[in-house]
């Protein structure tokens, strides 16, 4: 199976907590309170604790990664972080939501645009990837 | 401090061994085993473990957070996954090198044009950046 021009992909759901970014933290060495303190995120004027920008790419990435075929190969991603993900200080956290919409790109690559939304609202933009299909 | 279009950026060096990827698996929730079992991996014909390309993919971006000033903000990123990065079995892994030059973007944005390499061979491709520079 692999990803076939004309396919509406997902949705796929990431619940995402504040231990998911003190886990995405500790992975990614990207260590700015920020992204756990509530306390320091506030100081600087922010709503609240944000996820890591590359966090979010990430699960959108691994979205993106559930809807190849196995020998579908990821040539390229990218994103515009258009919206901060706050993430509120509870077991529940928010639910990310991906989406995508496969189409023909070029060289017989195949085209993925992204919808990336918490709570029916966009955070990521211009979210689009190439898939080099496999057999 | 802000980001100022002619700056050299970097290198900054980052080791990635394989306890980063199961890190980064258990961070990331793709637990592909080909991000941590030579069998697996050398099962399906790639010549070894490989990095996840998100994960090297946060690295990079994780060298642009650290050249941004304090009220720059990273609005776009995007990479080409041109060359996977085989990470061996012992405790100093690989070196991911990366570095960057910045120049005038679109709308008084500014553009990063990251070279990320591992061993002196380019692992991303087409690695660009925009930021919105502070004060």
């Not at 231990?19 to 609240?48: M, Q």
Request: proline share 7%; charged share 20%; aromatic share 6%.
């Amino acid at each position: 199976m692999t990803l076939t021009p004309g396919a509406d992909l997902g949705p796929s759901q990431f619940p995402i907590t504040r231990a998911d970014l003190v886990r995405y933290a500790g992975a990614s060495g990207d260590f700015n309170p920020i992204h756990w303190s509530e306390r320091v995120a506030t100081d600087v004027g922010l709503p609240g604790v944000l996820a890591h920008g590359m966090f979010t790419m990430a699960l959108a990435g691994r979205a993106l990664s559930s809807w190849l075929g196995p020998d579908d190969r990821l040539v390229s991603f990218g994103v515009r972080f258009s919206k901060p993900v706050v993430v509120p200080d509870d077991d529940a956290g928010v639910a990310l939501e991906v989406t995508g919409v496969a189409t023909e790109g070029e060289e017989g690559r195949v085209r993925v645009d992204l919808t990336v939304t918490v709570a029916g609202e966009k955070v990521l933009g211009q979210a689009r990837a190439e898939v080099a299909p496999g057999a």
